[in-house]
């Protein structure tokens, strides 16, 4: 493929209630789009890099000043000729995963219109609909915990995700068990605990059946958590460390995790998280699809490549409504009775972006020509 042109929007979505973790709380939802126009058609992808550099160094500031002085330049009058390509053509790029995810997105849309494929379908995936879960913002007092997990339980979720943070664990986890028994639940640090905090806390919530406790210690490390997993019967999972194939590759070698939680844009893309997959497959280590509270462009990403068939535990990819008044995409996603989403039937992603409402959101927008 040669590309025509690229658009590249930063837009702000205020979200239906703030996101709060152990290190930063969210109330609007900022992102890159990114479109490629080529022969007619148009592709779309979303960078999920946030306001500010809490979950990764990545921000849109510096997504988009990667895209634009770099990966941009980089493609434009090239001969793409399919989205792995593109993955090697940025390959020189160190890092910035979140960036170069976002418009490998927009390429996988493009092509997968051009030969009237889902995403699914390229990937290889196994399922029509994916089981899905919420992941639920620490809350101001344990009362509303509950109040805020029964709603959900209400709308149709199964499986809870608690964040959690020293001082909002173990009382937490309690509270749940005792109010709503044996959910399927599981939590997630994001990085805030030290191992002796972690070897004081963790143990004591071993008997609570979770599913997984989510990257406890340190977003690059995989040396303590591998101390820490030796002491716990609860898998731990990893987010924040992984961020190459090598990565997870060592972590399972290392005894650092047996859950792995795969988001494309921290990994460089779906290229790079179908082979994130497949080492894990090969390894009998499940793995689930993270959230990074994409609008529907990045949600139908996510469902597409959570098909696949080593995706072994519910997303955090919840439906539209959890997240957005109004999606960009229309349908939005809706949460079917069974606590699934469905993966789109048509080519590319399979989603009909809303140009009205895309405009309303925009703060800046680039073009580019060859
Ligand atoms: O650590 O999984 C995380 C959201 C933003 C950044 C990091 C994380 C999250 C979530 C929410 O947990 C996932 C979602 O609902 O999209
Ligand atoms: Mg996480």
């Not at 976002?102 to 219109?113: C, P, T």
């Amino acid at each position: 493929m040669k590309i025509e042109r690229i658009e590249m929007r930063q837009v702000r979505m205020r979200l239906v209630s703030p996101f709060q973790t152990s290190g930063w709380v969210e109330n609007d939802r900022d992102c890159l789009i990114i479109s490629v126009h080529s022969q007619g058609i148009t592709g779309w992808g979303e960078s999920v890099a946030g306001s500010g550099p809490w979950y990764s160094y990545e921000t849109v500031g510096t997504a988009w000043e990667i895209l634009h002085n770099f990966a941009i330049p980089m493609i434009t009058g090239q001969d793409i000729p399919t989205p792995a390509a593109f993955t090697e053509m940025v390959g020189k790029i160190r890092g910035h995963s979140m960036a170069k995810a976002g418009l490998e997105m927009a390429l996988w849309d493009w092509f997968g219109q051009t030969q009237t494929r889902s995403l699914k379908e390229m990937l290889g995936g196994v399922r029509d609909r994916v089981d899905v879960g919420v992941s639920v913002g620490i809350q101001p007092d344990l009362p509303a915990l509950v109040k805020t997990v029964g709603g959900y339980l209400k709308d149709g979720y199964r499986r809870i995700k608690i964040k959690i943070k020293p001082g909002w664990d173990l009382e937490a986890v309690q509270v749940l068990r005792r109010e709503f028994s044996n959910i399927p639940l599981q939590v997630d640090a994001n990085s805030i605990y030290t191992l002796e905090q972690a070897k004081a806390t963790f143990p004591k919530m071993d008997d609570a059946g979770l599913l997984l406790i989510e990257q406890p210690l340190g977003y690059d490390d995989i040396v303590d958590h591998r101390h820490l997993q030796t002491i716990l019967k609860t898998p731990i999972c990893l987010d924040e460390s992984i961020h190459t194939v090598d990565h997870a590759r060592q972590a399972i070698e290392l005894g650092s995790c047996r859950i792995i939680n795969i988001k494309l844009g921290r990994v460089g893309g779906v290229a790079n998280s179908k082979a994130l997959h497949d080492i894990c497959a090969q390894r009998d280590v499940p793995v689930w699809c993270g959230g990074m509270l994409e609008t529907g462009i990045g949600r139908a990403a996510n469902v597409h490549l959570a098909s696949l068939p080593n995706f072994r535990l519910p997303g955090d990819t919840s439906a539209s409504s959890r997240y957005y008044h109004e999606d960009l995409i229309d349908p939005p996603f809706v949460l079917n009775p069974d606590a699934t989403l469905t993966v789109p039937h048509g080519p590319g992603l399979g989603v009909n972006v809303r140009l009205d409402r895309l405009h309303a959101v925009t703060q800046r927008i680039a073009s580019y020509t060859p």
